[in-house]
């Protein structure tokens, strides 16, 4: 999948090489085992409107944060690994993801293995339906909805948000009828 992607930013299409370049060099490079570095599953969980953003206040990392984690054996692709993730943090039913990444992120962490790694993070744009009501789950200080426009104090969440408000835009605008 990310072999066939092709992101429109210069900074997104270098990423895409090093997870591709990851991957290529490292079996193991979906699986949290990988301790040099490996991929990970994100989702930008947006409201049926797409005016708000479920976030988790992470307990490891101390903030405010997309929903995702570990890819797992069991998952076939990225995109169903983020779906995943996002179900089980945020206890809503009926989620439905868009299979084209939205946006990559490579970020450090110190994460279940207990030692420094990074986390190669692939994110996708997941949205909610109508009435959707989050549930907190053990993994989350917290969970809220936020309006895209007014992230939490010190987020660097701004362009991965705005990376799915223009998928979410360009979408609707692919449906739109001809005037």
Aim: aromatic residues 4%.
């Amino acid at each position: 999948m990310l072999g066939e992607w092709k992101p429109d930013d210069p900074q997104q299409e270098a990423l895409r090489h090093a997870f591709l370049t990851l991957l290529d060099a490292r079996a193991d490079g979906c699986l949290r085992a990988c301790e040099p570095g490996h991929v990970t599953a994100s989702a930008v969980l947006l409201d049926s409107t797409g005016r708000n953003v479920l976030l988790t206040l992470h307990p490891r990392v101390g903030a405010w944060l997309q929903l995702g984690g570990h890819c797992e054996p069991e998952d076939a692709t990225l995109a169903g690994a983020a779906l995943r993730e996002a179900s089980e943090e945020s206890g809503i039913e009926g989620l439905v993801v868009d299979p084209v990444p939205v946006h990559l992120d490579v970020h450090p962490i110190t994460c279940s293995l207990g030692v420094p790694t990074r986390h190669f993070d692939v994110r996708f744009v997941v949205r909610a339906p109508e009435g959707a009501e989050a549930a907190r789950s053990d993994e989350s200080l917290d969970l809220r909805w936020w309006p895209v426009e007014a992230l939490p104090d010190g987020s660097d969440l701004g362009p991965l948000v705005a990376a799915a408000e223009r998928r979410v835009g360009s979408q609707a605008g692919a449906r739109a009828p001809d005037a």
